[in-house]
């Protein structure tokens, strides 16, 4: 569902979409006809002296099933935050209780939008939050984008975002609108990082059929022409079968063509078996940057053989020089307050979910009415909201968004290494696009 004459960053009336029910209709439905009552079972903040109707923060992530490392650090994440607003939220001459509903996606996106439109229906959310990969983001938006509910994403690249979108003819969302880096900055990453060492120039890509495999894997807008471009041979067998359990064939590929390089982006689980195999058939690259999978301690800690010298993009980190708009915390005060309730090691998800709470409430505090879903949009609209995880903006004047709906991030390069508090830790590598991101080094050849 569009705006009107699909004008870029238009802002509609406060009246719900006409595609899909609206959220009326969806109570009835549900025989619920208190707005903003929480869902049974749901955890909500503290009571607070504040006057009028609770506020609703929805939040839906993957927190069991493949992709649930994404959805590791979620509990620390609300828990800061409603520490952080228990005492009500404080808007343009309002406060309000602000109740916050989690919902798992089960890493399944059927699942997903099920909970949402479930959630959606059982109470009123003022704005709806949704983290961690195409499969699980893309439904609950479309669910949102279609009842006429303000909803904010993150951890997706902006061309999985919009590809499993409905956006005839390029226009911008009513509704939906996201944040984070694209396609071009892991490219730029990941050459950045190849450059560094000398090798033979061969690069061997595995990515799988899911929807970051599609979009790495286009010869135009993927992968395959920059990586020509730039003077390598692209050793490329195609997007894999998702889940496959068998990557011999990739392997003896890669091998045969002697790949130096191997890169690409497929779930934990298939890499893990990747390289188990790998190791199995003697293939041993100099270089290994890969996407999504490389990404988690608990993962990289548990991977046979060892995943030191593997190599990843980095969207936020402890080095990363920004500070929490909601607690304060500095990135790196955040991981270690992490680290200090779980005894895990960050992940990048840490910084990434709570920069999403942080511009939900950054929005809310710039609107007069919380009750009138209009102006939360065109708060959304004009959001300037400097975050741990840097600053989130959807203004017609940034000239780095590639769409009206979208915020882009810059990433970094990192490389697992051998750590002091725990067995591999990720140090940054490559900063090209963030400069402010102090290096901890170069990078170094596996085994090396």
């Known amino acids: 569902m569009h705006a009107p004459g699909g004008a870029p960053g238009g802002v509609p009336p406060a009246t719900p979409s006409r595609s899909g029910p609206d959220r009326r209709s969806l109570l009835r439905l549900g025989g619920l006809t208190a707005l903003g009552l929480a869902l049974p079972g749901c955890s909500t903040g503290p009571r607070?002296?504040?006057?009028?109707?609770?506020?609703?923060?929805?939040?839906?992530?993957?927190?069991?099933?493949?992709?649930?490392?994404?959805?590791?650090?979620?509990?620390?994440?609300?828990?800061?935050?409603?520490?952080?607003?228990?005492?009500?939220?404080?808007?343009?001459?309002?406060?309000?209780?602000?109740?916050?509903?989690?919902?798992?996606?089960?890493?399944?996106?059927?699942?997903?939008a099920t909970v949402a439109s479930d959630l959606l229906a059982g109470s009123r959310v003022d704005v709806m939050l949704v983290a961690s990969t195409a499969e699980t983001i893309n439904p609950v938006a479309e669910v949102c984008e279609r009842i006429g509910v303000p909803c904010i994403s993150t951890l997706a690249l902006w061309q999985t975002w919009?590809?499993?979108?409905?956006?005839?003819?390029?226009?911008?969302?009513?509704?939906?609108?996201?944040?984070?880096?694209?396609?071009?900055?892991?490219?730029?990453?990941?050459?950045?990082?190849?450059?560094?060492?000398?090798?033979?120039?061969?690069?061997?890509?595995?990515?799988?059929?899911?929807a970051d495999g599609r979009v790495w894997s286009r010869r135009d807008t993927g992968f395959p022409k920059p990586v020509t471009v730039s003077g390598y041979r692209l050793v490329d067998p195609g997007p894999y079968r998702y889940s496959t359990g068998d990557f011999r064939p990739h392997v003896r590929r890669?091998?045969?063509?002697?790949?130096?390089?191997?890169?690409?982006?497929?779930?934990?689980?298939?890499?893990?078996?990747?390289?188990?195999?790998?190791?199995?058939?003697?293939?041993?690259?100099?270089?290994?940057?890969?996407?999504?999978?490389?990404?988690?301690?608990?993962?990289?800690?548990?991977?046979?053989?060892?995943?030191?010298?593997?190599?990843?993009?980095?969207?936020?980190?402890?080095?990363?020089?920004?500070?929490?708009?909601?607690?304060?915390?500095?990135a790196a005060q955040l991981a270690e307050d992490y680290t200090t309730r779980t005894a895990k090691q960050w992940s990048q998800p840490l910084g990434l979910c709570h920069a999403l709470f942080e511009v939900a409430v950054g929005v809310l505090r710039q609107v007069r009415n919380p009750d009138d879903s209009g102006q939360i949009l065109r708060a959304i609209r004009a959001a300037s909201v400097d975050t741990v995880a840097g600053r989130v903006s959807w203004r017609t004047e940034s000239r780095l968004n590639p769409f009206p709906n979208v915020c882009k991030l810059p990433l970094a390069g990192g490389q697992w290494r051998h750590g002091s508090r725990f067995p591999l830790e990720l140090a940054i590598v490559s900063n090209k696009l963030v400069p402010a991101v102090p290096l901890a080094g170069r990078l170094r050849p596996l085994g090396g």
């Open 48 to 112: 607070s002296r504040a006057a009028g109707r609770p506020l609703t923060i929805g939040y839906i992530s993957p927190q069991t099933g493949p992709l649930a490392a994404f959805g590791e650090a979620d509990g620390v994440v609300v828990d800061g935050v409603r520490a952080a607003l228990a005492g009500g939220l404080e808007g343009e001459g309002w406060t309000r209780e602000v109740r916050i509903v989690v919902k798992d996606s089960q890493s399944d996106p059927r699942r997903a």
């Open 254 to 330: 890669f091998a045969r063509q002697r790949a130096q390089i191997l890169f690409g982006v497929c779930p934990p689980a298939d890499f893990a078996t990747f390289w188990r195999q790998a190791a199995a058939l003697h293939y041993r690259p100099r270089i290994v940057t890969a996407g999504t999978a490389l990404q988690f301690p608990a993962f990289i800690d548990a991977m046979v053989p060892s995943a030191e010298g593997l190599a990843t993009e980095v969207s936020w980190s402890p080095a990363h020089p920004y500070r929490s708009s909601l607690t304060g915390q500095t």
């Open 162 to 210: 919009l590809a499993g979108r409905r956006s005839r003819g390029g226009r911008p969302f009513r509704w939906t609108w996201h944040f984070y880096a694209g396609l071009e900055d892991v490219i730029a990453v990941f050459l950045d990082l190849w450059r560094q060492l000398p090798s033979n120039r061969v690069a061997g890509a595995l990515w799988s059929g899911d």
